[in-house]
């Protein structure tokens, strides 16, 4: 069932002499419930801004993007915020954890955003997501304590602790070396299965993009699927 | 509702949380703060004691607000009888139900010091005379109200005279000798500190005694006498007492005789005069605190850089565009609202400190208590400053883009 739609979506900024510059043209996406995509494209090719785009953090200049056949352009400041809370959880290459805080803060922190008795219970929620990433004897380190792995390990926790329908994942393995970036790898798709979460995965990383079902090229702009990006270049099929 | 409870109680997890993470900065932040709200809080309270001194001199020598003179002349420029004049004044007070009311005469009397006669200033004056004046009697007691009828009249002498005297025990009741036809023993019950500008001996009696023995006197001849009525009343009523009084006066001394009344207390000219030096005293005061204020914007400043990544960081996981506001405002408030309370607490135990308080107050009788209006000031500026200062960051922080924060 897609969740998430874009159609014509475009990105535009201008440059210093006023000229555009077009990042994003035409792109086409339908993202399902439990989804495995990943997009891998050169440096400047655009993928941290299509991330962007899917993570609400950014507005096409062109096209439309529908959240549950919501055109996301009718939405306030607020209900996006409040939807990119509820929905997405990001994962980003350097982490980016909250420096000075431990482990459970950090993982405690998008929690503060919830409502409720999630709100309430936002400590409780946060150990049990760190137990399930092997962390549950690292609550109380600061980042500045742990390793790489470790660290991307807390970011996973942090980024899925709200059961986000979409995790976008921006170079999640970015920083570490292969043997624990498949790891991490391994267990981000373990924890998106269980609760049923879509995984956009942007890398430069052939091995990790070939963990998705499917695959994206982005090319001057434009998202092509992986496999015709390769076919038309006269590689295998 | 239930949001706005959880977005509220997040908030302040959310600003507790950056206090303790960013202790050193938070602890500079608000040692700036604590020091520029103590110094705005105790040149308050030290403008408050200055202003108290200030009053004092004045209420000591022109009287308490509203202090009405009341003098009378006749036709040739002579002062109306003696009687004429006390029989009115003291119909006036019964009339006027007027609680503090002293003549006050200037006079020129001989005492007989153990090394010579010396002719004193003595001045003549009713028991109310030493609330009205504020008189500060050092050693024994200001006029009771039966020492009109000593036999031997009571003084109260400036500490020069006394000093001439040898500096006697009071509880031994020391007397002096007024020299005249038939001289008068005296006792000192009282010592006052010399005025300023005052170089030689001086006393006080009560008139009531001094009536009994004038003829007993010698007197000055080249002195003359001069009187006055004085009156201490609400200011409210001032104004028509003063009419009445005029009015009364006149009619009882008969044609020829004019009547004065009037108010000569620092309060009597309508404009606050001590305006000047509150505005001096608001001007440093306002200086400390921009000078404070400007050293926590200054810090807020610098860690603004890696605030904006956090707060980036926190909008990519839901926080709103006002949440985020909020929170980093709450921050700076609740710590510089901390640091006011530090620093009004650290006003009041360096300026009610005996040692501090004996200093600053010296001369002034009634030290006024910490002005509860500088406490409450320190701390509405420390608020102040703290929403002032919190605004940059939290201006910044709101009209970041979020993907440029997260990678600032």
């Known amino acids: 069932m897609t969740f998430l739609q874009l159609r014509g979506v475009g990105r535009t900024v201008s440059r210093v002499d006023d000229r555009p510059l077009i990042i994003l043209s035409g792109v086409d996406l339908a993202v399902e419930v439990g989804d495995r995509l990943s997009i891998v494209g050169r440096s400047g090719s655009g993928k941290s801004t299509l991330l962007n785009l899917l993570g609400l953090l950014d ?37 980016n954890l909250l420096q000075g805080r431990t482990a459970l803060e950090n993982v405690m922190t998008p929690l503060l955003y919830d409502t409720g008795a999630v709100f309430w219970r936002r400590r409780a929620i946060a150990t049990e997501m760190l137990d399930r990433v092997g962390l549950g004897h690292r ?13 991307q390990r807390v970011a996973i926790a942090r980024a899925l602790v709200r059961r986000p329908r979409l995790i ?63 076919l038309s270049k006269g590689g295998p099929s | 509702m239930r949001g706005l409870v959880t977005a509220f109680v997040g908030s302040v997890v959310e600003a507790w949380a950056e206090l303790r993470i960013h202790r050193t900065r938070v602890l500079l932040s608000l040692v700036g703060v604590a020091v520029a709200v103590c ?34 002349y006749t036709a040739d420029g002579s002062p109306p009888p003696a009687t004429a004049m006390d029989t009115t004044w003291n119909e006036a007070l019964v009339r006027y139900g007027v609680q503090y009311a002293s003549r006050v005469t200037q006079q020129q009397l001989s005492i007989q010091f153990i090394d010579g006669v010396s002719v004193v200033n003595a001045t003549l004056v009713d028991p109310p005379y030493g ?116 009015s009364d006066f006149s009619a009882s001394l008969g044609d020829g005789a004019t009547a004065q009344v009037n108010r000569q207390d620092y309060a009597a000219y309508g404009d606050d005069p001590f305006l000047p030096i509150k505005l001096m005293i608001s001007g440093v005061a306002v200086l400390v605190l ?45 710590a510089t609202v901390a640091a006011g309370v530090a620093g009004v607490m650290l006003s009041i135990l360096i300026l009610k400190s005996p040692w501090v308080e004996d200093f600053i107050a010296q001369g002034v009788t009634d030290v006024p208590p910490f002005p509860l209006e500088a406490a409450v000031l320190g701390l509405a500026a420390a608020t102040v400053v703290g929403a002032i200062a919190g605004l940059l960051p939290a201006l910044v922080a709101v009209r970041v883009k979020v993907i440029d924060a997260i990678r600032y």
């Open chain 2, 131 to 246: 609330v009205m004046h504020r008189v500060e009697v050092q050693r024994g007691a200001w006029f009771a109200a039966d020492d009109a009828t000593r036999l031997a009249p009571a003084l109260i002498v400036n500490d020069i005279f006394y000093a001439r005297l040898g500096s006697p025990d009071l509880g031994t009741h020391p007397t002096v000798s007024l020299v005249g036809a038939k001289p008068v023993t005296a006792v000192i019950v009282g010592v006052t500190a010399a005025l300023p500008y005052e170089v030689d001996p001086s006393m006080m009696m009560l008139n009531d005694s001094y009536a009994k023995l004038a003829d007993q006197l010698v007197q000055d001849a080249a002195s003359q006498p001069y009187s006055s009525y004085e009156m201490w009343v609400p200011p409210s009523i001032s104004g028509e007492l003063t009419t009445r009084l005029q």
């Open chain 2, 290 to 334: 921009v000078l404070g204020a400007l050293g926590l914007v200054n810090i807020s400043l610098v860690t603004v850089r890696q605030r904006i990544q956090e707060i980036g960081i926190r909008r990519s996981f839901g926080a709103t565009a006002s949440r985020v506001f909020f929170a980093v405002m709450m921050e700076s408030v609740v």
């Open chain 1, 59 to 95: 507005s096409p200049t062109e096209g439309e993007i529908f959240l549950d056949d919501e055109p996301t352009r009718r939405f306030s400041a607020r209900h996006r915020d409040v939807t990119r809370g509820r929905d997405v959880g990001f994962i980003f290459q350097q982490f």
């Open chain 2, 39 to 72: 110094a705005l809080t105790s040149v308050i309270a030290l403008g408050n004691i200055a202003q108290q001194a200030t009053v004092e001199t004045s209420e000591r020598s022109s009287g308490r607000p509203a202090t009405l003179y009341v003098s009378a």
């Open chain 1, 168 to 230: 976008l994942a921006d170079e999640p393995t970015g920083a570490l070396d292969i043997e624990t970036g498949e790891a991490v790898m391994a267990l981000l798709d373990e924890i998106a299965t269980a609760s049923d979460a879509a995984l956009v995965t942007i890398t430069h990383d052939p091995a990790i993009a070939a963990l998705a079902t499917r695959r994206f090229q982005l090319e001057k702009g434009a998202l092509v699927d992986a496999a015709a990006a390769t």
């Open chain 1, 139 to 151: 609550l109380s380190s600061t980042p500045d304590r742990l390793s790489g792995g470790e660290q």
